[in-house]
């Protein structure tokens, strides 16, 4: 069924919340020593709101919230989490606050306010302040910090051997000995399970009785297990390209995550072969990308980005087809792939893969995914490549590498949910890295309180693709009208 029309916004008289002028927040990167960690007040103080400082796009406020380090002992050390918001542009329209969850894990809820605020339809905007933070760990919120130079040594997830096995768990095991140091006593509280009640207190310093939330990719995980912890503190809930935290086994994960990447580039074979707009029609699409794999693994293929250094198959695969496939940009990956084609052979050199994020040990913190030694790791390879036969070493393979050894303190479990009200689930049929069968999965655990909005089109993220969606999240979001089980639009023209 296709949805149809707008509902009239409601409007609701604005529910005033004294806040006075604070300081700016500032929003630290790069390397940084261990922060000291001071005393705060309570969490559930009024935040005090300032200009960002941003000359480019003004308007935007941003604030401090002090929270406990590890939430098991609310009394012990804090650290001051980064928030920002936009007042809703229609005072008198206003519903109240709607805080975003930031996917990555790794990106920035600040800057998307400050600098991305477009991300969020007129209507969105019109009824809410749009508020949101950056987690634990990110940007301005006791980012992780680590040595460049011990990062810059991260070995290839491409093992050959028992031997490369052992050094990767001996690099992890120094990696996250340096990063913890570096960081502080946050390093090993980073896990969503401490975001859901970061995101609580959130809640209550900005005044609000229920949470109005609208994750996205990683940010579903977190309004997932809020939901889970706080039911009856729910207002309405948006999870967008949907995770689904519950896939059991480290192969499962692995699976999922390289078909939702291989329907992507099937997706895109498909347009290019029927379409007129093609750069590469006419040719074999797969044969030329084999040939273009073929010259980066042997380090002749140049890297667009950089010019005169090689271009690594791991990046090629996730950095630029990877990218295309999540903005759905069907004709900018064919013209990129065809002047790639086009292009001459460097010389045979050295590649190097582009880093992960620093924010790698929240997804660590979050995810069990063992292996037991290389013959497992091998067969874990062979079962993506037999998955994606065109896109070898995808990203999962690189973050299960890069969390052998590592502790999990918030493992994959089914969601257990009594009491909240009707939560919203969507996704793009075609999503490549939060696959479908992932939103159907979360949807079924919520049981009569997930309702899966389906956008029948391409790419990571869907709220505002086309009327239709942005129509229905719209009128969920502002009125609590819940689209009929079932739901879908079509997907927009590329």
């Known amino acids: 069924m296709l949805f149809r029309g707008r509902s009239t916004l409601r409007r609701i008289t604005a529910r005033g919340t004294a ?4 300081a700016v927040m500032a929003v630290t990167t790069g390397l940084a020593a ?13 935040l005090r709101w300032a200009p960002c400082g941003s000359e480019t796009k003004p308007g935007a406020e941003c604030a401090t919230l002090s929270v406990p380090v590890d939430w098991a002992r609310p009394d012990g050390p804090e650290l001051d989490l980064a928030v920002a918001r936009r007042q809703a542009t229609e005072p008198g329209a206003r519903v109240g606050s709607m805080v975003f969850g930031p996917g990555g894990p790794g990106d920035s809820g600040v800057q998307m306010v400050v600098g991305n605020i477009g991300r969020f339809s007129p209507e969105v905007r019109r009824g809410f302040d749009i508020v949101s933070f950056d987690p634990r760990g990110v940007g301005g919120s006791n980012p ?5 130079d011990l990062l810059a040594e991260r070995p290839s997830p491409e093992l050959r051997s028992q031997a490369d096995f052992d050094a990767t768990m001996a690099y992890n095991k120094r990696l996250r000995a340096d990063c913890r140091a ?7 509280h980073l896990d969503t399970a401490q975001t859901v009640r970061d995101l609580d207190a959130l809640r209550a310093a900005l005044g609000e009785r229920k949470l109005t939330f609208h994750g996205s990719s990683y940010g579903t995980l977190l309004g997932a297990q ?14 967008e390209s949907v995770m689904d935290h519950s896939v059991p086994t480290t192969r499962d994960f692995l699976r999922s995550g390289a078909a939702a990447a291989e329907d992507s580039f099937r997706e895109f074979v498909k347009w290019c072969d029927g379409a007129a707009g093609c750069a590469l029609g006419g040719r074999d699409v797969r044969a030329v990308w084999q040939g273009l794999l073929d010259r980066a693994g042997r380090g002749e293929l140049e890297n667009p980005a950089e010019p005169g250094t090689a271009l690594s198959s791991s990046d090629l ?14 004709a900018g990956f064919a013209k990129e792939i065809a ?4 292009s001459e052979p460097l010389p045979p050199s050295p590649t190097s893969m582009a880093p992960l994020p620093l924010a790698t040990p929240v997804f660590c913190s979050d995810w069990r995914l063992p292996v037991r030694d290389y013959q497992e790791y091998a067969s874990l390879v062979s079962l993506m490549n037999r998955t994606a036969p065109d896109l070898p070493y995808l990203l999962p393979m690189h973050m299960v590498a890069a969390c052998l050894g590592a502790p999990t303190a918030n493992p994959q479990h089914r969601l257990h949910v009594h009491g909240a009200p009707p939560i919203l689930l969507s996704n793009a049929l075609h999503d490549p890295a939060t696959g479908y069968p992932w939103a159907v999965s979360v949807a079924r655990q919520l049981g009569r309180g997930g309702v899966l909005l389906t956008y029948e089109g391409h790419g990571h993220g869907s709220v505002t693709s086309g009327p239709c969606m942005e129509d229905a999240v719209d009128s969920y979001l502002t009125d609590l009208a819940v689209p009929p089980r079932g739901t879908s639009c079509p997907a927009v023209p590329f």
């Open 339 to 342: 002047r790639m084609h086009a």
């Open 226 to 239: 809020y939901a889970e912890t706080y039911p009856r503190r729910v207002r309405a809930m948006v999870l």
């Open 34 to 46: 261990a922060p000291v960690v001071q005393a705060a007040p309570s969490a559930t103080e009024p």
């Open 144 to 148: 992780v910090a680590c040595s460049g």
């Open 317 to 330: 695969v996730n950095r630029i087809a990877f990218r295309r496939f999540y903005s759905a940009d069907h």
């Open 182 to 188: 570096r960081t502080g006593p946050v390093f090993d």
């Open 19 to 22: 806040m006075a002028a604070g």
